[in-house]
């Protein structure tokens, strides 16, 4: 998402949480995951929304925001 390369992934675990409605998600099958990579290859305007749509979650996610949250945790247990 970083990089602009819209991103194919699972449901499983946090990954929805990173994705958010940037990823394109696929079941855990070979199949799955073929038609998401067609899809995003013959789909410009798709490709280009969930390019821009990554940019924008992944700057949700930095070294800092992870250390404050964290430290919340922390303080919140003490």
């Given at each position: 998402m970083v990089f602009g390369c819209p991103v194919i992934c699972s449901r499983v675990s946090a990954i929805p949480e990173a994705g958010g409605?940037?990823?394109?998600?696929?079941?855990?099958?070979?199949?799955?995951?073929?038609?998401?990579?067609?899809?995003?290859?013959?789909?410009?305007a798709l490709r280009s929304e969930k390019a821009y749509l990554g940019y924008r979650q992944a700057a949700r996610f930095t070294v800092g925001q992870c250390a404050r949250e964290v430290l919340r945790i922390y303080q919140s247990q003490g």
């Open positions: 409605d940037a990823a394109i998600y696929a079941d855990l099958t070979a199949e799955s995951f073929l038609a998401a990579i067609q899809l995003i290859l013959s789909d410009d």
